[in-house]
């Protein structure tokens, strides 16, 4: 199977189109799937008895609600989720998924991240999305620094926070997550990707869609929401 | 194990505090995850080879708006869905639905019911819901007379269209659908199922609002978004 990957251009427009009148979506629906589909990677990656506390970095932006989404899912997979969110940002749809969260009692932190990754079994990484440009600042430098140096195992939502959307790792930013998770197609930095398991999500992509923008919807199983990549499918 | 079964007005008000602010949910995040869930009981039951021609019968409210999203899901699940639609009512999120199975080139009907019926290898009931209460009108009176009649199997959504929420089967309308997908949890009505299957959908309910109410989340399997009841839990 060939992929193609997508450039930030593309993959912006893409999620525009879906968004757009002619497509339909909401942000909440697009997202909601998006979080479920990394819920299900962490699923089918990491056993919920072996790999229990699942702490999620979770961004300012869409990434950080795909992180958001994603918690609340995984607690009800039985995994103990919980949140690593310095910058919550004052927007109707962020405030939700975080009361959903807190509804499931989520611990919820702002701040000592170090001691929080020690006590953690996975960490999800949905800090920076495909729209990120620019340096990484802090609160969240000193948290993708980390991802470099520490040995738990790390799942990247849709791209590895910081990396170049189109060129991958940059001399600011080069860990390698064990996990990508894409979202709706590739983008090209996924090429850079060495970890063990590369899952497309996001299941909802119309035909029309993937033809007019030329990549291809690989084949899901069943009613997943995930399909895994093979690891050969690089540029 | 033994499932409370809920009545019309606790089924209302769980439903209203999970959006409400302090629940935190949006109807289109509730609506997708019911939807999918409905989606996957027809992928559990059906195979997509022998019963590909899913018509969804689509209501004027709530579980209209699920009979939408399960379509959507249901076609790329790789079934052959079209929707049987006569009243689309002018609200933004049902506008938005209909135009993302419109994005999948979905046939979509309004009228002629029983030649739609003829073609159709499984129908979806997502006519009436929870909140239905009084005599069945046209169009819909039609269509749920011929739940009665048809050979063909039906999937009801939450709750066999035009039942009673309480008391089940009425005077007016006794069909028995061969498949029930709860949502949330059984409402009353559900002890007078008699079908092959009857799966809960909607795995978002906090343990802290099922414990409120009393009533008790089964385990669910994995990632999945529906878990089958055992056919003994009757009140």
């Not at 909440?28 to 699942?54: C, F, H, I, W």
Request: glycine residues 8%.
């Amino acid at each position: 199977m060939s992929l193609k990957y997508l450039s930030q251009k593309v993959a912006q427009t893409i999620d525009e189109e879906l968004m757009s009148a002619a497509g339909g979506f909401s942000v909440d629906q697009l997202m909601e799937l998006a979080g479920l589909s990394v819920a299900e990677a962490v699923q089918k990656t990491y056993d919920n008895k072996k790999y229990p506390r699942v702490l999620v970095c979770v961004g300012p932006g869409n990434n950080g609600g795909d992180g958001l989404v994603a918690a609340r899912h995984l607690f009800h997979f039985g995994f103990r989720p919980s949140l690593f969110y310095p910058k919550q940002p004052n927007k109707d749809l962020y405030k939700r998924l975080l009361t959903q969260c807190q509804q499931l009692q989520l611990p919820v932190h702002q701040d000592n991240w170090s001691t929080h990754v020690e006590q953690a079994d996975v960490l999800i990484d949905s800090v920076f999305g495909f729209s990120f440009q620019g340096e990484v600042r802090d609160p969240f430098k000193e948290v993708i620094q980390s991802f470099k140096t520490t040995s738990k195992p790390i799942v990247a939502v849709d791209i590895p926070s910081g990396w170049d959307v189109e060129q991958g790792p940059t001399e600011q930013v080069d860990y390698q997550p064990s996990v990508l998770v894409s979202l709706t197609a590739p983008k090209q930095c996924a090429a850079h990707f060495k970890g063990s398991h590369h899952f497309l999500g996001g299941r909802f992509v119309p035909p029309a869609l993937a033809q007019k923008f030329g990549f291809d919807v690989p084949a899901f199983k069943g009613a997943e929401q995930t399909v895994e990549l093979p690891r050969s499918s690089s540029l």
